[in-house]
T-cell receptor
Framework: GAVVSQHPSRVICKSGTSVKIECRSLDFQATTMFWYRQFPKQSLMLMATSNEGSKATYEQGVEKDKFLINHASLTLSTLTVTSAHPEDSSFYIC????????????FGEGSRLTVL | KQEVTQIPAALSVPEGENLVLNCSFTDSAIYNLQWFRQDPGKGLTSLLLIQSSQREQTSGRLNASLDKSSGRSTLYIAASQPGDSATYLCAVRKRDDKIIFGKGTRLHILP
């Protein structure tokens, strides 16, 4: 099946620093990419939807200046958590849609962010 | 408003048994429905995708059905194995392109 690579898988940072997470579709062009946040034993919470070359659409309650999303190409999207604080500690997962074929969603392995 | 419900929230089954996981959704105007599994601390692995025009999809020991009119989908797992233990999530893609996830069923296969 299609592969989505997410990096880094784990990151620990100090409060106030910024962290960038990359999401790449390795063998297909992702017309749309999604960023989710997942709390322990909870389902996924959609943060934003991004289409290549356009601004991301953020869900209600998600601060766009806090969570910067860039979708510069059909295979790469990045999420930057700016001025991270301990409450931003979470599991972040990206997904990419193979829009040219079946529209199937493929997910990255997730990134565990811990802010000290 | 589209809501996706998965019942049961957790399930323990002896190895070798067949089992069914349920997913229901309130709005039948969907584009497709997708089943995923998630292992602890990992991302989601796509299992089966059913387009709105389809009634079922099969992959190995897995079979997923879709009944749009009743707002239901089932994931059937045959001859369960300990490696099937994971959380299973269903997700509905709405016509407005939003994707709604259920809260998942935590499956534990007893050796």
């Amino acid at each position: 099946g299609a592969v989505v690579s997410q990096h880094p898988s784990r990151v620990i940072c100090k409060s106030g620093t910024s962290v960038k997470i990359e999401c790449r579709s390795l063998d297909f062009q992702a017309t749309t990419m999604f960023w989710y946040r997942q709390f322990p034993k909870q389902s996924l919470m959609l943060m934003a939807t991004s289409n290549e070359g356009s601004k991301a659409t953020y869900e209600q309650g998600v601060e766009k200046d806090k969570f910067l999303i860039n979708h510069a190409s059909l295979t790469l999207s990045t999420l930057t958590v700016t001025s991270a604080h301990p409450e931003d500690s979470s599991f972040y997962i990206c997904s990419a849609r193979d829009g040219w074929n079946t529209g199937e969603l493929f997910f990255g392995e997730g990134s565990r962010l811990t802010v000290l | 408003k589209q809501e996706v419900t998965q019942i049961p929230a957790a399930l323990s089954v002896p190895e070798g048994e067949n089992l069914v996981l349920n997913c229901s959704f309130t709005d039948s105007a969907i584009y497709n429905l997708q089943w995923f599994r998630q292992d602890p601390g990992k991302g989601l692995t796509s299992l089966l995708l059913i387009q709105s025009s389809q009634r079922e999809q099969t992959s190995g020991r897995l079979n997923a059905s879709l009944d749009k009119s009743s707002g239901r989908s089932t994931l059937y797992i045959a001859a369960s194995q300990p490696g099937d233990s994971a959380t299973y999530l269903c997700a509905v893609r709405k016509r407005d392109d939003k994707i709604i996830f259920g809260k998942g069923t935590r499956l534990h296969i007893l050796p």
